[in-house]
């Protein structure tokens, strides 16, 4: 069985679900985009995962935020408002029927290519617009269990070359990463930055905990995810010292509890690293308390609307 961050609880609802495509709402089967759309040819679009709890769709303001500044980033125009975007992801949730434990990808590409290639002129279209809601509730099997993590030799990379932060479809060197993991006998994979300090995950932020206090990356190397800003939100609310900072492998291998973060998964504890047992040899678990600080910010967020 694979085993992971992603676990979810199967759902046979999502066999029938109606998935958004350019303005059509099509059956899972039928659900598909040219072959010369430039996602698929080149990698050229942007992507968020957002979660719907309780009818809510939780801290979305922060997601469109950052699907704004990364099509900004990009130089893709996105044809739709933020209150437009909400608006058909919503019929998409009622189409669905969906109202708890919803996990929804909204993806943009560039648009139709004329031919193949990476040139942005020869795109024909406007952007092509897909949103894929399911019924996706994680798996509390995988969350107690935690997840065994291999350091990759794939570095994430610079800002001057594909900004880490950007949330695009080019994730070919977090695959290549994975795969180096898995390989290892381990579920995910640790990433350096390229001064070789710790960076992140291939799919999730890192964290980890010393002597009390919560360290994670500087930001500088991996994705500006939203649980990860909430996490250092509820340590910082809750007076619990929380750096971002650089650390080495070597910090790693002692520390006293280790997680990951996600807007699927939420936090995920990591029990063991390169091989190494990450052991709490402390009276209370810092993972299960920032879990419940976590859960109470979403509550806040679903309270507010």
């Known amino acids: 069985m694979i085993h992971g961050t992603h676990n979810a609880e199967h759902d046979e609802r999502n066999e029938h679900i109606q998935i958004y495509v350019n303005g059509e709402f099509l059956p899972r089967k039928d659900a598909k985009i040219s072959v010369f759309d430039s996602g698929y040819l080149v990698g050229d679009g942007i992507w968020e995962g957002i979660r719907l709890h309780k009818g809510k769709l939780v801290f979305i303001e922060e997601h469109l935020k950052r699907m704004w500044q990364a099509a900004k980033a990009t130089g893709i125009t996105l044809k739709w408002t933020k209150e437009e975007l909400m608006g058909l992801i919503h019929q998409v949730l009622l189409i669905n029927k969906m109202e708890d434990h919803v996990h929804i990808r909204v993806m943009v590409t560039r648009g139709i290519k004329k031919t193949p290639s990476q040139d942005p002129r020869l795109t024909i279209s406007g952007p092509n617009l897909v949103i894929i809601a399911e019924h996706k509730k994680a798996s509390e099997e995988s969350r107690k269990k935690g997840i065994s993590l291999f350091t990759s030799t794939i570095r994430r990379g610079s800002p001057d070359y594909l900004d880490p932060k950007l949330n695009c479809h080019s994730k070919l060197h977090e695959v290549q990463a994975l795969i180096q993991a898995i390989e290892a006998g381990a579920d995910e994979a640790l990433m350096l930055d390229v001064n070789g300090f710790v960076s992140t995950c291939n799919a999730t932020n890192f964290f980890m905990v010393m002597e009390g206090e919560v360290w994670t990356s500087t930001g500088e190397y991996c994705m500006n995810g939203i649980t990860r800003a909430k996490v250092i939100e509820a340590c910082h609310r809750n007076n619990i010292p929380c750096y971002q900072k650089n650390f080495s492998l070597y910090d790693v291998y002692s520390a006293d509890e280790a997680f990951v973060t996600g807007t699927f998964g939420g936090l995920t ?37």
């Open 269 to 305: 504890p990591v029990n063991q690293i390169d091989g190494k047992n990450i052991i709490n040899s402390g009276n209370e678990s810092y993972v299960e308390k920032l879990s419940k600080l976590y859960q109470d910010l979403i509550q806040e967020d679903i309270d507010k609307k």
